[in-house]
């Protein structure tokens, strides 16, 4: 709208603008990187995302890059212009409202729409730094959302993705909950476009299970949840003030599992938390080989400065590593796609993988699907036979292309 235009790499870009990530000190560490290479090329930089949100302190060591907060999104537009006239400028106070789900934006992938619900969370788990920046609750209202969800449907989009730093809490500020949005979005929904949920930790969760697993069973939502557990030993969840047990996450995976029976629920470790023995890290193992877990995002420990858990002693590093190796061993030991092949499926198509020459897609249940490069079937959904099942997805032929 102000006549800016996305470029492929530093050396055509005008200024860099670089949205940041304070999750893992890896994280951090590329995007502040990517700002001094910038600074290096001579460009005009600006900085914005949860790392100058959640630590004014980064500034003191980039001279002359204008920051934005998160909740600051609003004026981007403003700061990149005094950026290329040479001006700083830092806006990193919070604002109370939450920037509106209508401002414009450029897709990623112009077959998804990624809607944010909720900033902050209820949470105050010991290791985390993304509260520092983005804070307490504040919930969407669910119409805002609902019209966004229909605008992105009008624009082309084919699936709706609802994210949050814990999409079970949504609502809680406003006096409802995550499973009513979920009924609001996917009524609202043309035929076709299917509906994702987002990231969700188990506390506000489990007062939901019944209900968001009816959601889960329409027809335009995929069944598909990630649920970060982060460890399988109640000691440790303690430790990271994570606010559930053991017992509680599998009350809740399993009510899930139960009435979704190919639902494909994701989760987390972290190994190497600093007070994790190795009965703990053993529950851990036990945990995953228990639910044999789809998808498995395995993290080292990173102490994030500011946050409870950067002062406890860590664990020698070469037993987090080991830790680290012994959960991706075990996850590399099972299958958990071979009892498709064969079996005739529909798939939602979404993107291409040019260097393959795959058209990939989704099954119901989220697994990935490809087929061979059709980019007529992008934005729509087919019946597929599975061919071959791997780790990581499904390879298939396209049977009939209506629908």
């Known amino acids: 709208d102000y006549g800016y235009a996305l470029v492929d790499g530093l050396t055509q870009a005008d200024v860099c603008l670089v949205n940041s990530c304070t999750v893992k000190s890896p994280s951090q560490d590329s995007a502040t990187n990517l700002v001094k290479r ?27 890059v204008s920051m934005l907060d998160v909740s600051q999104i609003d004026r981007i537009v403003e700061v990149v212009e005094q950026a290329l ?20 934006k450029v897709r990623k992938n112009r077959f998804v729409e990624i809607i944010p619900i909720s900033g902050g969370c209820l949470g105050n788990c010991s290791y985390c730094k993304t509260k520092h920046a983005r804070g307490k609750l504040t919930s969407y209202e669910t119409e805002a959302i609902v019209q966004r969800a229909r605008h992105a449907a009008e624009e082309g989009a084919s699936e709706i993705w609802l994210a949050s730093e814990d999409t079970g809490a949504y609502g809680i500020d406003l006096g409802t909950d995550i499973a009513a949005l979920l009924n609001r979005v996917a009524d609202g929904l043309p035929e076709g476009v299917m509906l994702k949920l987002g990231m969700t930790n188990p506390p506000y969760m489990l007062a939901h299970i019944d209900a968001v697993a009816k959601v889960l069973q329409r027809p335009n939502v995929f069944s598909f949840i990630h649920i ?37 629920v994701a989760t987390d470790i972290i190994c190497g938390f600093p007070t994790e023995s190795e009965e703990d890290h053993q529950e851990s193992l036990r945990l995953v080989e228990k639910y044999k877990f789809p998808v498995l995002n395995i993290s080292h420990f990173y102490p ?60 119901k249940g989220y697994i990935k699907v490809v087929v061979k490069q059709d980019d007529n079937l992008l934005g729509r959904s087919v019946m597929v036979r599975v061919l071959r099942a791997t780790k990581w997805h ?9 629908g």
């Open 38 to 64: 910038a600074i290096a090329e001579g460009k005009p930089v600006v900085l914005s995302g949860c790392v100058p949100s959640a630590d004014a302190s980064v500034a003191d060591g980039l001279d002359g």
């Open 85 to 104: 006239l040479g001006n700083t400028v830092r806006l990193l106070g919070k604002k109370k409202v939450l920037p509106s789900l209508e401002l414009p």
């Open 228 to 264: 970060p557990v982060q460890s399988g030993s109640s000691s440790v969840l303690q430790a990271m003030v994570r606010e559930y047990t053991v017992a509680d996450f599998e009350r809740l995976v399993d009510g899930l599992r139960a009435a979704v029976p190919d639902i494909l």
């Open 394 to 402: 499904i390879e298939a032929d396209v049977l009939r292309t209506e």
């Open 304 to 363: 994030r400065p500011g946050t409870p858990a950067a002062r406890m002693k860590r664990l020698p590093g070469n037993v987090a590593k080991r830790r680290s190796t012994e959960m991706t061993q075990l996850f590399d030991s099972y299958e958990t796609n071979q009892h498709l092949v064969g079996r005739e499926l529909r798939a939602w198509f979404s993107e291409t993988e040019v260097k393959r020459g795959q058209t990939v897609g989704h099954t």
